[in-house]
Each structure stands twice: as C-alpha cells, then as structure tokens.
C-alpha cells in the first residue's frame, strides 16, 4: 500500500514567484496536514484540512494556502516568495479519531524541498 | 502558549542505552509523540503515550508524566543506524479535529563505534 506521496521532491525558485506543492495521503486517511521545517528545527504546523475543510492554520502568512480535493489529495501553495520561505514542506496524513485514539498518529510523506534564490 | 524543550545535541555509544527527555506546556493535550528523522528525510512515527507510564516497543520505549508535562525515549542496545535526530512533539486538540502536533526542536543523537 502506497504511503504519503509528495511531489514534486525538490523545486528552485525565485523571490516573489509561486509555488504550489502536491500531496497524495494514504488510502482511507481523509485528514492532510502541512508542515514546514527549516534546517535544523522541528516541522512548524501550515495547514490541516479534514473532509476538504479547513481545521487549523499555524502562524503563518496569508502568502500560504491549502486545499483539499474530494479524493482527499492536497495542494499547498506559497505566493510572493521569500528567501526565508526555502524550507523542506512536509505533508502528513492520518485518520482522525477520538481524544487519546492512536488515529490520530501522523504518516509524514518525504517533502518537498523548496529552495528560493 | 505552547512549548516544547529538548536537548539540541547527545552522543553515546554503540550498544550503550540512552534517554532523551522532553518537557512541554500545552493546552488541550491530546498525546505526546516521538518521531525519528534521518538527514534529509521524513519523520517516522515511533511512540505515542497518552497515558502517565511507560509504553515499551523493541528496542525503543516512551514515557509520560502529563501533571509533570515530561517525556523520555529510551533507546536500548544502540546501533549505528540510530544516529538521527528525534523529534518530540505534543498533540493538541482545537476545532473538531485532533491532529495538531507541536514539535520541539529535536535532538541530533550521535551514535559512536
């Protein structure tokens, strides 16, 4: 069975340009999540959507945006790029259960590592 | 607010046992994670407490004590292919999903021959 598939794996880009990054989570896993994490530190949490609806958004700006499609795929998308944007985009996946359920455990696809000249 | 501490770097010795620790201040707590990350790859999902106690797994085992907000991962028999970094990370419930991770820094391991 097919993990969290991400693409694309690596993207250059320059400032003030857009990107959109796609997102592929497991079968049967209806919630997606985006992370970004910058060397040397943990994955800050972007987005989570569940059910093609909105749930959460991290502190970051209204440059970030999501959605997620009936198939329960995802898009991220960055405009106006910044060079502080370069950063590995994590997208994760899960089912989501109950407060303590172990559905609530986050499958991580491999990123999509954006560097911003 | 929320925050995570944990140790930024640890070394320690092939076959040897290590404990990296975690402390943590959040609200609407759902579990405490550890994840495991090799260089330029993805984190892979090794524990989850939601419970005070000890969750054992192998060679990897987790503990929690939510009234003092701490954790451990506890690595037994280390091998070379441990050395990664482990990532702490606490749940948090808001809105109606529960899914919400709160990483810490994480802490770069070192495993010496």
């Known amino acids: 069975d097919a993990g969290v598939t991400q693409s694309p794996t690596h993207l250059i880009k320059t400032r003030g340009q857009h990107v959109t990054l796609r997102c592929s989570p497991i079968s049967g896993h209806k919630s997606v999540s985006w992370y970004q994490q910058v060397l040397g530190q943990g994955p800050q949490f972007i987005f989570q959507?569940?059910?093609?609806?909105?749930?959460g958004r991290g502190n970051f700006p209204d440059r970030f945006s999501a959605r997620q499609f009936p198939n329960y795929s995802s898009e991220l998308n960055v405009n106006a790029l910044l060079l502080g944007d370069s950063a590995l985009y994590l997208c994760a996946s899960s089912l989501v259960g109950g407060v303590g359920s172990g559905a609530n455990v986050l499958t991580f696809g491999a990123g999509s590592r954006l560097t911003v000249l | 607010g929320q925050n995570i501490d944990q140790p930024t770097e640890m070394t320690a010795t092939e076959g040897a046992i290590v404990q990296i620790n975690c402390t943590y201040q959040?609200?609407?707590?759902?579990?405490l994670f550890w994840y495991q990350q090799h260089a330029g790859e993805a984190p892979t999902f090794l524990s989850y407490?939601?419970?005070?106690g000890l969750e054992e797994k192998g060679r990897f085992s987790s503990f929690l004590s939510r009234s003092k907000g701490y954790s451990y991962l506890l690595l037994k028999e280390l091998q070379m292919k441990d050395s990664a970094s482990y990532l702490c990370?606490?749940?948090?419930?808001?809105?109606?999903?529960?899914?919400?991770?709160?990483f810490g820094t994480g802490t770069l391991l070192a495993v010496q021959p």
């Open positions: 959507y569940y059910e093609k609806e909105e749930r």
């Open positions: 990370a606490v749940s948090a419930i808001y809105g109606g999903a529960t899914n919400k991770l709160i």
């Open positions: 407490n939601v419970l005070d």
């Open positions: 959040t609200s609407g707590f759902n579990g």
